[in-house]
């Protein structure tokens, strides 16, 4: 009973605001009953959905919806005579006793968009992001650009057209910490989008946001979700031959959304696959039209065991003395207990400078990173994961062993990307060491070279 008409309008605004506010949480989401449960909401309340088996057997297989990935039925057998899906396990279980429950959204409305960039594209940029938005033929998109063409500033254009249209955007990468670094670039561009960031370290509860940044794994909580979809670093790991993921972008995106991947590095295969269907563009010079740093190799016998022992790094040290004179340094290692070891010998041999390590296994990681961006660290040691995507200044890279197998052509040439990418020139180098001068340093090498003949070109 309400004494007013204001009161039963106002009583009947908070209804509906409360209803949509919790429909957030659903709205172009694809997720199990499990994770629905534990959102304590109950089925009559969900918004608009239809709902379909989460996994199911065909044959001698089994057929998982969330990931679109086939098993044998033996991998997946459970104790009571169901089965789940091996591929998709680290999302949480799928199996015979979930079902997935595929929402839809609201309907999109144009609307006012805030850019706050104060800078400008190169006449290059300029023309491929013209291209993006207005003249090409093909819908989806490839920008192939030398690490530090500046890929992220040609999407501005096509990202407030679409938000200005009332699509919804995503930028994806399969890194936690390309991830967080892209957030800080897009936050004081967009300032008044709520931008949501998603990843296995995000502690903030998912709602419903036209733009969104998350790793690629995320894409599996989506369904037809995205006007644009941006997937960056396409080539990089774990994305790459992944059929669980290819299937959560394939699906991610609406029926006539756009994509648009992001390469320093593609590779022949991806070129042959997307020919038909996307427009390539290729960009061979940074934005501040300064080449890229070609890699210097410095020959070390048995790396391995002299990274304990400062008197037998003795080539190391010194091109440390003389990079440091004008930047501080990046220098990675092929694995954790090697970077631990190789910070403790270069802590006794420069007990004057802050050095630090960070990895996928350090809960101060971000931490570290954000530091760096600081220049607190003089030096930091890092394995793998600051290969792609993070941006410092006054930088030189160190690549101890070179030669191991885990540094393949792409992650090379995007390691040796990471200098001289932003701010003034500082004379940035890049080393790598190595044994044994493998295909992966040779063709690495060999490519910066080729970019920067295109790149002399256009200077």
């Keep these: 009973n309400y004494q007013t008409s204001n009161q039963k309008k106002i009583a009947c605004f908070f209804v509906y605001f409360f209803r949509a506010n919790d429909m957030n949480h659903f709205w172009g989401r694809r997720l199990l009953t499990r994770e629905i449960e534990a959102m304590d909401c109950e089925e009559g309340n969900l918004p608009n959905y239809k709902k379909i088996a989460a996994v199911e057997r065909l044959g001698n297989r089994i057929l998982c919806h969330r990931c679109g990935v086939k098993t044998p039925f033996f991998e997946g057998q459970l104790a009571d005579y169901g089965y789940f899906c091996i591929h998709c396990l680290s999302l949480g279980r799928c199996d015979s006793q979930q079902e997935l429950y595929l929402f839809d959204q609201p309907k999109a409305e144009s609307r006012e968009v805030v850019f706050s960039w104060t800078g400008q594209l190169t006449e290059k940029q300029t023309e491929i992001a013209d291209r993006i938005l207005y003249h090409s033929e093909k819908r989806h ?13 040609m999407l501005y254009p096509i990202l407030v057209k679409t938000l200005k249209a009332g699509g919804r955007v995503a930028i994806c990468t399969p890194r936690i910490d390309v991830c967080n670094e892209l957030f800080l670039r897009y936050r004081p561009v967009f300032p008044e989008e709520t931008i949501m960031l998603l990843h296995g370290n995000t502690t903030t509860a998912y709602t419903f946001s036209s733009f969104v940044i998350c790793t690629i794994h995320q894409l599996y909580r989506f369904y037809r979700s995205f006007d644009l979809l941006v997937i960056d670093e396409i080539d990089a790991f774990p994305y790459s031959g992944d059929a669980g993921l290819a299937h959560a972008v394939q699906t991610a995106i609406k029926s006539d959304g756009r994509f648009i991947y992001l390469s320093a590095t593609p590779d022949e295969k991806l070129l042959k696959e997307i020919k038909q269907t996307f427009d390539i563009h290729k960009l061979a010079l940074r934005f501040h039209r300064r080449l890229l740093p070609e890699p210097v190799l410095v020959f070390m016998n048995n790396w391995r065991q002299k990274c304990g022992n400062k008197k037998k790094i003795n080539s190391l040290v010194r091109i440390i003395q003389q990079l440091i004179k004008e930047n501080h340094i990046l220098l990675f290692c092929p694995s954790i207990t090697m970077m631990h070891r190789l910070k403790v010998t270069l802590q006794e041999a420069f007990p004057e400078y802050e050095i630090t390590d960070v990895s996928s296994q350090d809960d101060q990681r971000a931490k570290k990173v954000q530091k760096m961006r600081e220049a607190t660290y003089e030096i930091l040691l890092t394995t793998m994961i600051l290969e792609r995507g993070v941006t410092f200044e006054r930088i030189s890279v160190i690549v101890l062993g070179a030669d191991h197998p885990v540094f393949t052509k792409s992650s090379l040439v995007q390691i040796a990307g990471r200098a ?28 910066i070279k080729e970019m920067n003949e295109e790149g002399k070109k256009m200077l």
């Design 420 to 447: 001289d990418r932003k701010g003034p020139y500082t004379n940035s180098r890049v080393y790598f060491f190595y044994e044994e001068k493998t295909s992966a340093i040779r063709k690495a090498c060999q490519e």
């Design 141 to 153: 998109h490839l920008i192939w650009a030398v690490t530090g063409a500046g890929k992220t500033e």
